[in-house]
């Protein structure tokens, strides 16, 4: 199993940007497949980025490629995620979740196994 906590949520404005961080703890980390999702208020929890073990290879939500940019850190058993320009529309909570499967980049909150508690990002107008 493995454990993920985030951190780096919070209040900005509009045109600002955030970085995300998940830490992981348990199971070795670099064996999981990890990705970002959030969660607005009356909607469904929504797929934005997704990285292979290695970090070589990533996908992306197309409402958030251009802004959007998922990392990780194996030797820190942390991703990232760091969001530019963004917009109130964004506004959510954002989970980090692990995959054990490490040959997809899958987009359905279904392949993935552990999640973290979530991290709230407003962002005003």
């Known amino acids: 199993q493995v454990q993920l906590v985030e951190s780096g949520g919070g209040l900005v404005q509009a045109g600002e940007s955030l970085r995300l961080s998940c830490a992981a703890s348990g199971r070795a980390f670099s064996s999981y497949t990890m990705a970002w999702f959030r969660q607005a208020p009356g909607r469904e929890r929504e797929f934005l980025a997704t990285?292979?073990?290695?970090?070589?290879?990533?996908n992306y939500a197309d409402s958030v490629k251009d802004r959007f940019t998922i990392s990780r850190d194996n030797s820190k058993s942390t991703v990232y995620l760091q969001m530019n320009s963004l917009k109130p529309e964004d506004t959510a909570v954002y989970y980090c979740?692990?995959?054990?499967?490490?040959?997809?980049?899958?987009?359905?909150?279904?392949?993935?196994?552990?999640w973290g508690q979530g991290t709230q990002v407003t962002v005003s107008s």
């Open positions: 979740a692990a995959d054990p499967s490490p040959y997809y980049l899958r987009t359905s909150p279904n392949h993935y196994d552990y």
């Open positions: 990285i292979k073990t290695s970090g070589t290879r990533t």
